[in-house]
């Protein structure tokens, strides 16, 4: 396969970052940051591009929307697969088009993949080749994650080094790529390896201790049980009959698929969201300690969040 120049992407780091894990306030202090640089907002949340999936993933309200354009969000049909290298590619057209209004590009979202992709770059690599990874999925499924880790340990040793033995879609992409350019992922992505300093960039992570955080996941899936998140689940399957593999793997969704296939009850659903959701802070929170480029912002109780603008501004200077 001819190497594509497209499939290499430059740090992206003439724009601001807002991140933090699940709950964390992000949404809030977004719009009061947004106004006060005359910026607009790009979604760094791998699932709210997906059309229909809105109380799960927190998506901004309409009247959110009205106050600060919104970008990334609600792009395609949950059947459909987005990866990270789609999303890189948006990401820069998007924040071509607002700069060229003049206005300032503030990315928001816990999605610390994405995050990283933007601020160090990425080799994007060639398009997915679905067959092979409907076929990589059905190997994972009756021999295990630890065969597909030893198979890619084959093609892309350093790559089976770094990946947790969980993440099914990266070790999945690292085996595709071997296959597909001859050369080990490892052996394109190491701009991965370079992060910026922290005065280079404009990297801001809502930082909580994790019984607060914890405490605040418990309400927000509680919010989201009782604003109807069982019936926006159940109306995605009249429509779709079945998610994306992508869209399937969101927490908050996958749950109530099996509750509405009798699997287990109301209570256990709601449950084992709070818990999945709990560990998902955690992934992140592991994600954002190792980004040296990330300046974090101590929240310890919802009133920090009203001054959290004033102090990433204060820090940025």
């Not at 970052?17 to 106004?35: E, F």
């Not at 892309?156 to 992922?185: C, F, N, W, Y």
């Not at 052996?187 to 992570?205: I, L, M, S």
Request: proline residues 5%.
């Amino acid at each position: 396969m001819t190497i594509d120049e497209t499939w290499f992407k430059k740090p992206l780091l003439d724009a601001w970052y807002l991140s933090g894990p699940t709950a964390s306030g992000k949404t809030q202090v977004a719009l009061d940051l947004a106004t006060r640089l005359d910026a607009e907002i790009v979604s760094l949340d791998s699932m709210a591009v997906y059309r229909g999936m809105d109380i799960g993933t927190a998506k901004p309200s309409a009247d959110q929307l009205r106050k600060v354009p919104h970008h990334l969000i609600d792009m395609v049909e949950p059947t459909e697969d987005y990866s990270v290298s789609q999303f890189v590619v948006d990401a820069h057209r998007v924040a071509d088009e607002i700069r060229s209004r003049g206005k300032k590009v503030l990315f928001v979202g816990g999605t610390p993949l994405y995050l990283k992709t933007l601020v160090r770059g990425m080799f994007s690599g060639p398009p997915a080749d679905w067959e092979f990874r409907q076929q990589v999925a059905e190997d994972t499924e009756k021999y295990g994650f630890k065969a597909l880790r030893e198979r890619l340990a084959q093609v892309d040793p350093l790559s089976a080094h770094k990946i947790l033995l969980g993440d099914v879609r990266r070790m999945t992409r690292a085996l595709e790529v071997a296959r597909l350019t001859g050369q080990p992922l490892s052996h394109w992505q190491t701009q991965f390896e370079r992060a910026p300093k922290p005065e280079e960039c404009r990297v801001f992570v809502l930082g909580w201790d994790r019984a607060a955080i914890h405490q605040r996941v418990q309400a927000r899936v509680l919010r989201m049980f009782d604003n109807g998140l069982v019936n926006e689940v159940q109306g995605l399957l009249d429509r779709y009959s079945t998610l994306g593999r992508t869209a399937m793997q969101a927490v908050g969704y996958k749950e109530p698929i099996d509750y509405l296939h009798g699997k287990r009850s109301l209570a256990e659903t709601l449950e084992l969201v709070i818990i999945h959701t709990r560990q998902f802070v955690r992934r992140q929170e592991i994600w954002f300690r190792s980004l040296p480029e990330i300046r974090r912002i101590p929240i310890a109780d919802p009133a920090d969040l009203s001054n959290a603008t004033e102090r990433i501004l204060a820090s940025a200077v």
